[in-house]
């Protein structure tokens, strides 16, 4: 599924783990790495090795907190332009997951209710 999303988003210059924490950081302003790990569910080594790419560093920028310790991390204006991309992507790549997901599930559900059916049907016989 993944190369699914990462192709959609591909003409924004987002993959999808860097969509999801891109538009979250979007949503918060500027918090610290140990917060936006927090946000997105992920830890904040895993997090900050995607903050490391090069192409990262020409979405968001980060800088020393209030304690030395910390760093906070913001969008730059290329990380806001390539999420106003991303969005409209995103959302038609979700369409058609769900419409695909939903047919399938209809599929998985009719299959349930047949051998539910045949087996109901062995323990009266």
Known sequence: M?????????PSGLKVT????VRRLSETGEPSITELAAIVDLD???????????RAGRICRSRRGEDERSKVVKLTPKGRAALARAK???IAVQRRMKAKLSTEADALLRTTSVVKAELEQGKSA
């Open 44 to 54: 904040r080594s895993s997090l900050g090795a995607q903050f490391e790419s090069p």
């Open 88 to 90: 409209p992507l995103w």
């Open 2 to 10: 993944t190369a699914i999303y990462d192709e959609a988003l591909a």
């Open 18 to 21: 860097m969509f999801r924490v």
